[in-house]
């Protein structure tokens, strides 16, 4: 597609654009807004530069991609409940955004989007892996795709599976985050099908992670764990990559319904500052 109102510079081949040009203030339903999400639609990331957003201003971006939603582990600021603070400081060594994932896929309706915006960031390092989980599925087998009909995944809000420790040793090292819930962590679970079809392009995509699938249902997690880790590891592969380079200023906003993100922990001894909001409560299918 032609874009008439920014520049749109691609990332990689398999996913994620710059945007350039873009005024996010704009508060009508510009042609602006239109390319914007056939942009969503087609880049799956977008790392939209050179925006000077408040609180108010995110909260009404978030909301041309759908209502918000709460995050269940950590409070959200003062007067923005669905917007939460990500900050590492520089004495600490644990950020938050590690580990591939899809966010919050442990809840029933899981969000379509994720916004995040830079306010601080590092003179180098802190980027985001992403990675196109329908361009993933495509290049499966035809024998794993049958396969893969109708299973159903069962993803935990505990962090089971993370290196260095669950859910509760995880944040209790990211001080900076104000934590709740962190008692019922795996009480959140959700069964969500493996592969889910995309509600605006019919596309197949693979929904799973190593960090929140922990077992197939109607499986042991000893049986599932060799297929999760398989297309785990199949959706990460350099080819269906990209990375997201942050500054001060920029908006990233990407579909959970088609990627894993990984946030690389490569900046200690500077700090990093971020607001996130996720929208869209869905339930995939």
């Given at each position: 597609m032609t874009y008439q109102t920014m520049d749109v510079r691609p990332l990689a081949g398999a996913l994620g654009a710059e945007i350039y040009g873009a005024d996010l203030k704009a508060r009508d339903d510009s042609p602006m807004w239109i390319e914007l999400r056939q942009a969503f639609i087609e880049y799956h990331v977008l790392a939209i530069r050179g925006q000077d957003m408040s609180q108010d201003d995110?909260?009404?971006?978030?909301?041309?991609?759908?209502?918000?939603?709460?995050?269940?582990f950590a409070k959200g600021m003062e007067g923005y409940p669905y917007i939460t603070e990500v900050i590492k400081e520089k004495h600490e060594r644990e950020n938050f955004g590690a580990d591939w994932h899809t966010d919050t896929m442990y809840l029933e309706k899981p969000p379509r989007a994720t916004l995040l915006y830079a306010l601080e960031t590092p003179p180098r390092g802190g980027d985001t892996l992403y990675v196109n989980t329908a361009a993933a599925y495509d290049a499966l087998s035809g024998g794993m795709k049958k396969?893969?009909?109708?299973?159903?995944?069962?993803?935990?809000?505990?962090?089971?599976?993370?290196?260095?420790g669950d859910r509760v040793a995880h944040l209790s090292r990211i001080g900076s985050m104000t934590?709740?819930?962190?008692?019922?962590?795996?009480?959140?679970?959700?069964?969500?099908?493996?592969?889910?079809?995309?509600?605006?392009?019919?596309?197949?995509?693979?929904?799973l992670s190593c960090l929140h699938t922990v077992c197939l249902d109607g499986f042991t997690e000893d049986e599932s764990r060799p297929l999760i880790k398989f297309l785990n590891d199949h959706c990460t592969e350099p080819e269906f990559s990209c990375r997201v380079r942050w500054e001060p200023g920029q908006l990233t906003v990407w579909d959970n319904r088609t990627t894993m993100h990984n946030a690389v922990n490569d900046y200690h001894g500077f700090r990093r500052r971020m607001r996130r909001l996720t929208v869209g409560p869905e339930v995939p299918v």
């Amino acid at each position: 597609m032609t874009y008439q109102t920014m520049d749109v510079r691609p990332l990689a081949g398999a996913l994620g654009a710059e945007i350039y040009g873009a005024d996010l203030k704009a508060r009508d339903d510009s042609p602006m807004w239109i390319e914007l999400r056939q942009a969503f639609i087609e880049y799956h990331v977008l790392a939209i530069r050179g925006q000077d957003m408040s609180q108010d201003d995110m909260m009404r971006v978030g909301g041309k991609f759908g209502e918000p939603c709460f995050y269940p582990f950590a409070k959200g600021m003062e007067g923005y409940p669905y917007i939460t603070e990500v900050i590492k400081e520089k004495h600490e060594r644990e950020n938050f955004g590690a580990d591939w994932h899809t966010d919050t896929m442990y809840l029933e309706k899981p969000p379509r989007a994720t916004l995040l915006y830079a306010l601080e960031t590092p003179p180098r390092g802190g980027d985001t892996l992403y990675v196109n989980t329908a361009a993933a599925y495509d290049a499966l087998s035809g024998g794993m795709k049958k396969m893969l009909e109708g299973l159903v995944g069962v993803s935990s809000g505990g962090l089971k599976n993370k290196k260095g420790g669950d859910r509760v040793a995880h944040l209790s090292r990211i001080g900076s985050m104000t934590s709740q819930n962190l008692d019922k962590a795996t009480a959140f679970e959700s069964r969500h099908p493996i592969v889910r079809t995309h509600p605006d392009t019919g596309r197949k995509s693979l929904y799973l992670s190593c960090l929140h699938t922990v077992c197939l249902d109607g499986f042991t997690e000893d049986e599932s764990r060799p297929l999760i880790k398989f297309l785990n590891d199949h959706c990460t592969e350099p080819e269906f990559s990209c990375r997201v380079r942050w500054e001060p200023g920029q908006l990233t906003v990407w579909d959970n319904r088609t990627t894993m993100h990984n946030a690389v922990n490569d900046y200690h001894g500077f700090r990093r500052r971020m607001r996130r909001l996720t929208v869209g409560p869905e339930v995939p299918v």
